[in-house]
């Protein structure tokens, strides 16, 4: 029994990268061009983020294949992510002898302007979740930072009174207070730094970088509203 309870314990964890991680150099890598000048540096290169990915849809396959899922990816940052876990969970399904019916819903939420949380937080698409009723449901987010978006996400879906919900959050920022609510699958928990790249936006930038990247100072003040 204990086991069980220091491997769920440690599925929320996610891998570290501390404070005083230097990243790798921009120049190592490929990005476009046009964000040259752009980006500090390559905080999680996109292979990691898929190697990372396939075993979180492992995780997610342990503890959720018996039942269909009803997938809720959030966007705009979480769809890249959310394609490619779906891709991975549907990749074990194929492989094992137990293939599990998926349905994949979107909801769309901003709450930032330039680097900056709002308080008016939009839910678009979430108006009717009633086929939630019953079902497992695995809430998929690009970036969880003060945790606050995700526990309103939380108290709106729960109302349609689903049988279990699980969070898969690809990125969970540290930030100073603690966090309201904290994904049961996590991917990498990074530095408090404004991120970009692979979905993530700064102003609707940067989404279509591969490399999850931070930003630098003279690219928030090139594409700053
Ligand atoms: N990058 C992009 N979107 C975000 C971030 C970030 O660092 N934090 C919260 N939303
Ligand atoms: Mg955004």
Known sequence: MAEVVVQADRRSEGILINDDWPGYRLDLFNYPAHYSGDLDYVIIPHGVIMDRTERLA???????????????????????????????????????????????????LRSYLNDQSTEDLHILGAEDLSFLAGKNVLIVEGIVGTGKTMETLLKHVEAFRPKLIKVAGLLVKRVQHSLACVPDYVGFEIPNRFVVGYALDYNEYFRDLNHICVISESGKKKYKV
């Open 58 to 108: 492992r995780n997610i396959m342990d503890d959720l294949g018996d039942h269909d899922i009803v997938v809720l990816c959030v966007l705009k940052g979480g769809y890249q992510f959310c394609a490619d876990l779906v891709e991975r969970i549907k990749a074990l399904s194929r492989n094992s002898n137990r293939t599990i019916p998926m349905r994949v819903h979107f909801i769309r």
